[in-house]
């Protein structure tokens, strides 16, 4: 059992404090679900959490297992169980899947077989795995792709940035499914984030939080989801400080 | 230049064909050398250049080949074993091709080029592959051209017959204080289509100074891929002129500087008639304080409607002393044609490096990647047998490489 524990984390983005005290915890196997209008903050947790150079960290804290994230690369998060799957997952022109995967630690023994065993599951045609990283791939190809990878990387925790949005029916329920079996193939404990009711038809949420100007404003159940749906967020605006 | 010249006159009495060779001498010594105050040279460390540190002599013994170029060999249907400009050994036999000794020729269009004419007057004779018409090789033919003496002067026609279809590999190894300077055509008749790679992996201390030319017949078809790594200087000029309608060509050029080298890139895309295409990328990379250049020009003549030209330069700089230049030119007669250039020069991508570091892989291991991948692109026109054997020569080359990111 592993735990991921957010603490008063600030974060700034082109000299504007975005995330202002973010408080979240969470266990293996849950899957947690961030909501919030647009410029709330969640996109910049995301990218916070997996080190990209655009965020800066102004104080707070990010624990897996007791280990303080925040001290460590970007390399080493990863490694040390985080795995962010992003909105609009870059190319990589030159590089491929089975290369990226393999440096990135996983054994290569039988590799692209996994790998295409892997992008069967999520109707990703395999094919696709032998072309450049992401290069001339379609929105919902690229989506896919990063399932394959969290799926060979299998980390503790999975953070998804707006992992349904430009998805189709078929691909957002076949990326939901994936996430929901590496909960319990794994135990992988998935903060995902989304704008939609959408993506809780396939992905059974533990836990909901409400996001609203830089911080958690309201967490409960799966119920939250139909509350959001019926009154919007206006609600929860006031909630903030 | 006592001893080059000297020694290059006595050698090309040996030679076949002496009186057409003194001639070609004559006009190498009436021009000289060029300087940098010729545009065309101006980023060549010419001062650098003693020819006297040359001696011009007949062939030497052949040495063993590398591993590498055994491994390129264990891969091919032909094999043409090149020392010093004089095919030594011929392997393998295909179907509809020919390796014959030509006499050398001298172009009028070599007038002002002085390596060109040294090399006219001094290659022993033109190595010829000739591809029958309508001919279709599919086994890769290999040319390991190995500079084992002080000069080398190879030159080097690649003659397709109409329709046929042919892949030539050319690696380039040897050369230790060297200058070598090869000359090659590639002639394509109508409906022709070839594959050509040029490997150049010479040794450090060479001078380097090459120049291809392609003619391209109605609707043939020519691509062609350059990637450098070794040479002192390297200077590598590439070609192609398009003599019928619906032609196309596609070149690749991609050089890695280390230590101090220059690489000296330069290509011509020479439309003379219409509905032809021609689409060229040079990719590079320059790491410690090496140096590269890459000037390149499109030339549509008037009344080649419907040209269809593109040129795309992309360099990467691997340290804070290294540097890179991008001199795109047009030079177009005509309106009715489709025209483009594009170039970059810049760190690598610190967004893509962050995303492979975001799935785990370390920044070094980010950074080598990446580096790969940029050349990985470039391989695409290399046949498939030996794409994997080039390809691992080239991440091993890689991994000596050192990384100074901003």
Not at chain 1, 83 to 94: C, I, K, N, S
């Amino acid at each position: 059992m592993s735990t991921l524990t957010i603490e008063g984390l600030r974060v700034e983005v082109a000299g504007k404090e975005v995330l202002r005290g973010f408080d979240l915890s969470m266990s293996s196997g849950e899957v947690h679900v961030i909501m919030g209008p647009n410029g709330s903050g969640k996109s910049t947790l995301a990218h916070a959490l997996a080190g990209h150079p655009g965020y800066r960290v102004l104080g707070g804290s990010v624990r897996l297992d007791g280990v303080e994230l925040l001290d460590l690369s970007a390399t080493e998060r990863t490694r040390h169980g985080l795995f962010l799957a992003l909105q609009h997952p870059m190319e990589v022109p030159g590089v491929r899947p089975v290369d990226l995967l393999a440096a990135a630690g996983a054994a290569r023994e039988g590799l692209l077989e996994r790998m295409r065993d892997e992008a069967r599951r999520v109707e990703l045609r395999p094919e696709v795995l032998d072309r450049f990283v992401n290069v001339d791939l379609s929105g919902g190809e690229r989506k896919r792709a990063e399932m394959v990878q969290l799926a060979i990387l299998r980390p503790r925790f999975a953070v998804l940035d707006e992992v349904d949005s430009g998805l189709d029916v078929d691909a957002l329920g076949a990326v939901a499914r994936r996430l929901q079996e590496a909960t319990t193939e794994w135990q992988c404990g998935v903060l995902a984030i989304t704008h939609f009711r959408r993506l809780l038809h396939e992905l059974t949420a533990t836990t909901i939080h409400v996001v609203s100007e830089g911080r958690v404003v309201a967490t409960g159940g799966a119920e939250m989801a139909e509350i959001l749906e019926r009154d919007g967020y206006e609600p929860f605006r006031d909630l903030a400080p | 230049m006592t001893n080059f010249a000297q020694s290059a006159q006595a050698h090309l009495e040996t030679l076949e064909n002496p009186d057409a060779r003194r001639e070609a001498w004559r006009a190498f010594s009436e021009l000289g050398l060029p300087t940098t105050v010729d545009e065309v040279w101006r980023y060549a460390p010419l001062g650098e250049l003693d020819l006297d540190r040359f001696a011009v002599v007949s062939r030497g013994a052949a040495p063993e080949m590398s591993p590498f170029a055994q491994e390129l060999a264990a891969h091919a249907g032909m094999v043409v074993r090149v020392v010093d400009a004089e095919v030594v050994e011929v392997t393998g036999d295909l179907e509809g091709v020919s390796v014959e000794r030509v006499a050398s020729t001298w172009s009028p269009q070599y007038a002002s080029d002085a390596f060109a004419q040294m090399n006219c007057a001094l290659s022993p004779y033109a190595i010829t592959l000739r591809v029958a018409e309508t001919a279709h090789v599919t086994s890769p033919i290999v040319i390991v051209n190995t500079t084992a003496s002080d000069t080398s002067f190879a030159q080097v026609h690649v003659t397709m017959g109409r329709s046929s279809q042919a892949s030539v590999v050319e690696y380039l190894e040897g050369g230790v204080n060297a200058l070598v300077v090869p000359l090659t055509r590639y002639d394509l008749a109508d409906n022709a289509s070839l594959r050509v790679s040029t490997y150049q992996r010479l040794d450090a201390s060479a001078w380097h100074v090459a120049r291809s030319t392609g003619s391209l017949g109605r609707d043939a078809r020519l691509r062609q891929a350059v990637i450098s790594i070794g040479a002192h200087y390297n200077r590598s000029r590439n070609d192609a002129e398009f003599l019928g309608t619906g032609a196309e060509n596609e070149l690749r050029t991609t050089f890695l500087g280390s230590g101090d080298q220059v690489h000296d890139f330069r290509t011509r895309q020479y439309h003379r008639v219409g509905r032809t295409r021609s689409t060229l990328l040079s990719k590079g990379a320059v790491a410690d304080e090496s140096r590269s250049v890459y000037t390149g020009l499109i030339e549509i003549e008037k009344g080649a409607k419907r040209t269809d030209a593109r040129q795309t330069n992309l360099n990467l700089l691997l340290s804070p002393h290294a540097h890179a230049d991008s001199v795109p030119n047009l030079d177009i007669r005509e309106n009715d044609v489709m025209c483009a250039h594009a170039s970059s020069v810049g760190p690598l991508d610190e967004l893509q490096r962050w995303y492979l570091e975001s799935r785990g892989v370390t920044r070094a291991d980010a950074e080598r990647l990446m580096i790969q991948g940029f050349f990985y692109e470039m391989l695409a026109t290399l046949p498939p047998e030996l794409a994997d054997v080039v390809e691992r020569d080239l991440a091993e080359t890689l991994r000596g490489v050192e990384i100074v990111t901003p």
